[in-house]
């Protein structure tokens, strides 16, 4: 019963950071590092940050536990990226680590 509950909470989450980078793409610089580019730049924001984060936000109340478990290795496979690139890019930033730590737990819990 909690597992679901974070599980809901970490789908929100994820399509809450979708919505924000759709509708407000010049303000997750401080959020994610990225900033567009000009126009170009910005449809890519709104398009793969907006429309992916809230396609894998709101899939899994469509599409059942299949999708959780998707999310899961989604969640994974981008911290299991991002550590190294940490170290390797020197980029240590609390902003980092944090998403870090939120891909890897919520990895585990949507696998669950």
């Given at each position: 019963?909690?597992?679901?509950?974070?599980?809901?909470?970490?789908?929100?989450?994820?399509?809450?950071?979708?919505?924000?980078?759709?509708?407000?793409?010049?303000?997750?610089?401080?959020f994610?590092?990225?900033a567009?580019?000009?126009?170009?730049?910005?449809?890519?924001?709104?398009?793969?940050?907006?429309?992916?984060?809230?396609?894998?936000?709101?899939?899994?109340?469509?599409?059942?536990?299949?999708?959780?478990?998707?999310?899961?290795?989604?969640?994974?496979v981008?911290?299991?990226?991002?550590?190294?690139?940490?170290?390797?890019?020197?980029?240590?930033?609390?902003?980092?680590?944090?998403?870090?730590?939120?891909?890897?737990?919520?990895?585990?819990?949507?696998?669950?």
């Amino acid at each position: 019963m909690i597992v679901q509950f974070i599980q809901y909470i970490g789908c929100i989450l994820t399509a809450a950071v979708g919505a924000l980078s759709l509708f407000a793409p010049n303000k997750i610089v401080g959020f994610t590092g990225l900033a567009a580019q000009g126009p170009r730049g910005i449809t890519e924001i709104r398009a793969l940050l907006g429309g992916l984060f809230i396609a894998l936000g709101v899939g899994p109340f469509f599409l059942g536990n299949v999708a959780y478990t998707f999310l899961g290795v989604c969640y994974l496979v981008i911290g299991i990226v991002r550590l190294p690139s940490i170290f390797f890019d020197r980029s240590g930033s609390g902003s980092n680590w944090t998403s870090l730590v939120f891909e890897l737990f919520f990895g585990v819990i949507f696998i669950l």
